[in-house]
């Protein structure tokens, strides 16, 4: 499971869990010593983190002290327990979404001073599926086909002092009708563009780490299926 807070991304892992190697600069054992904001710089792996240790962490993350922390692998001493406590903390809130393709460019809409993929709130009753395609559509004013899921992202935000959890089910979608393509306006979209990797690769520099990590989820599953067998 990968959460971003503050854009920062946290995977959480169970106990007997591993991080992929070559991605962790240093190892803080939470059973051995208090947490603290210092030990937060780059890439860190913390072991033997209980829900006390993974409230300090979100405080950390959630501080107007800046940190150097670029990403944080938690290994958690009670896996559901840690879920049961997001649920307790956080209002979730489930949304889908679509990375959309045309050829070799992708549909990227920029919102907020940020390039971001087509994604909306999931209605009551409703499939996910139903949800990806329905916001993509609205959003863009364009008609896709539906694709295979890419993964799904949770990440945290604050609205109206309330903190919520934003759990998205991303995936793929092949472009049906473009020929009247616009940005939604009401939803604070002001652009809708195809973008071809060089310039996806740019515009992602602009954008939340969670959009950069559907790209990866995407191209990784790519991977898997061109591998020979």
């Not at 002290?65 to 692998?73: F, G």
């Not at 329905?134 to 949770?154: A, D, M, P, Q, Y």
């Not at 809708?192 to 780490?209: C, F, I, T």
Request: charged fraction near 30%; charge should be positive; hydrophobic fraction near 40%.
């Amino acid at each position: 499971m990968i959460i971003f807070i503050n854009d920062i991304p946290v995977r959480i892992l169970k106990n007997d869990e591993m991080p992929d190697a070559g991605r962790i600069n240093s190892i803080v054992d939470a059973a051995a010593k208090p947490l603290a904001q210092a030990d937060l710089i780059h890439h860190v792996w913390i072991k033997n983190v209980t829900d006390r240790d993974f409230d300090a962490i979100i405080g950390f993350l959630d501080s107007k002290v800046p940190t150097n922390v670029l990403s944080l692998v938690l290994s958690v001493t009670d896996y559901p327990g840690i879920k049961d406590y997001l649920r307790s903390r956080f209002k979730v809130v489930k949304a889908a979404g679509g990375l959309i393709r045309k050829k070799e460019k992708f549909l990227m809409i920029y919102r907020t001073k940020k390039w971001d993929l087509p994604k909306g709130k999931k209605e009551k009753g409703e499939r996910n599926r139903t949800t990806a395609v329905r916001e993509v559509e609205e959003e863009c004013n364009v008609s896709v086909k539906l694709g295979s899921k890419i993964c799904t992202t949770w990440h945290t935000y604050t609205m109206n002092k309330n903190a919520y959890l934003k759990k998205t089910r991303w995936f793929v979608m092949d472009i049906v009708d473009d020929s009247r393509m616009r940005p939604a306006m009401d939803e604070d979209i002001e652009e809708v563009r195809w973008m071809n990797s060089k310039e996806v690769y740019h515009a992602l520099e602009h954008s939340y780490k969670s959009i950069r990590y559907v790209f990866e989820q995407y191209y990784a599953s790519l991977e898997v299926k061109s591998a020979p067998r």
